[in-house]
Structure formats: C-alpha cells, structure tokens
C-alpha cells in the first residue's frame, strides 16, 4: 500500500495543477513520512511500504490505482482523487530518486522452519505444478526490483507483504491488464501467502540496493507492469 498518510499539507495541495504548485516537491510531499518514515523510507516494523528509491514507473502506477479504483485506502483516495497524472507522476520520479539506506533486517524470526524453508522454494523456485513462476523471474535475481515498474521485495515489513500477497489472492486488489500479479494470486493460498511474506522479510538487502535495469530473462507471462518485456 503506497499510503501517503496525513494529510494537511498534501491534501492541501491537491487542488493545485504542478505547473501552479510553489517551489520544490519535498515540501509538498512531506505529509507522506507520517506513515512512510523520514523521506519515503520506511522502517522494518511497520505496516507502510519503502518508497525510496523504488521504480518510478511502479510509484506511479501505484498512486493511478488508488486514483482510479483498481486499490483502495481511504486515506490515500481521499489524498489523490483530485491529482492530475502530471502531479502523480511527479511525485513518484522524486521518491524515486532518493537513495537512503535500508534499515537493518532481522535474521531471526518466529516462523516455523518449514514454512521458511516453503518460502524459500517459491521465492527462488516457484512451483511449476500450479503456475506460480519464482519471485525472481519477475522482481530480480536480488529481489531488488526490475525498471520501469517492477517493485523490490526486499526491505519489506512482513505485514505489508503478507497483506500485498493476500490481497492478490482475494482479488481486492488490482493492476492495468494484463494483471500479471492477480493472475498468481488466484494460486496461492494462504500458507503460500504467509511464508514467502516471512522468509521475504528476513532477507538482508544487498549494499547500495537498486532496481536492475532488465528482467533475468522473459516475464513467465504478459504483465502491464513491463509491456514491452519479452515473455515465454
């Protein structure tokens, strides 16, 4: 959930064009911290995604959803119904461009040992019997997250991605077609959901952690998040 929490000064802001909004974007955007932490970067143990350094394409695809229907949050409709694309779009390229660093990622974790090890299998494996590619066929070898719009998996809270997951696989949430994520969310189930979200979240991030620019190899199938990508 790109949650841009609270409030005053970007809702205040909302009925601006951003050809007429004043100065620089950090102060227009400020309001997003309050759930996201000190400039988009948020921490381990919330609820509330990193937005720092995340694709720009992703970003704003995110906030076009929220806009537009295909995700909800009160608190993030309420703030983006009335923002042009232009806005929107400007608002992603500068989270985008923020490079902080990730918060320590603790390697301990009260999941059992075999549902990590589960996890595991499907974030580096997949399962081929029911059509689940492996995370990383799509997000990198590094998880770290493919240019233009598809998002890191790692330096996630476990909550957010457990929610993410799970609200793939009961279809409350939703993309552009070709929807490439609710497509794997309809094969999951919840123990699925539960440990790729906990072995996920155990993972550190790599030093100087980026979205690479090209796939590992073909998209394992057609996705509006890269529709130019080639597809087995």
């Not at 609820?47 to 993030?76: C, I």
């Not at 995370?135 to 809270?157: D, E, K, Y």
């Not at 979200?197 to 394992?220: N, T, Y």
Request: one cysteine or more; a neutral charge.
């Amino acid at each position: 959930m790109l949650a841009f929490c609270a409030l005053s000064s970007l809702a205040g802001s909302a009925e601006l064009a951003p050809t007429d909004a004043p100065g620089d974007i950090a102060p227009r955007v400020a309001a997003c911290i309050a759930c996201h932490g000190r400039e988009g970067a948020s921490g381990n143990a919330a609820f509330f995604p990193r937005l720092a350094g995340k694709p720009a394409g992703y970003l704003y695809n995110q906030l076009l959803s929220f806009r537009d229907g295909r995700r909800f949050n009160a608190d993030m409709v309420h703030l983006v119904q009335h923002l042009s694309d232009d806005y929107l779009r400007e608002m992603a390229t500068y989270f985008a461009s923020l490079d902080l660093p990730y918060p320590p990622v603790s390697a301990t974790s009260d999941t059992p040992t075999e549902m990590l090890a589960r996890g595991k299998t499907l974030a580096l494996q997949g399962d081929t019997a029911r059509g689940i590619p492996a995370c990383t066929q799509c997000h990198g070898t590094a998880l770290t997250g493919v240019l233009p719009g598809i998002p890191p998996l790692v330096g996630l809270p476990r909550l957010y991605l457990s929610s993410q997951l799970g609200a793939w696989l009961t279809d409350d949430r939703h993309a552009l077609a070709p929807d490439c994520m609710a497509a794997v969310g309809r094969r999951l189930t919840t123990d699925d959901v539960n440990a790729v979200a906990s072995w996920l979240a155990m993972q550190p991030v790599p030093d100087r952690a980026k979205p690479v620019a090209a796939l590992p190899g073909p998209l394992p199938m057609p996705c509006s998040a890269m529709p130019t990508a080639a597809v087995k």
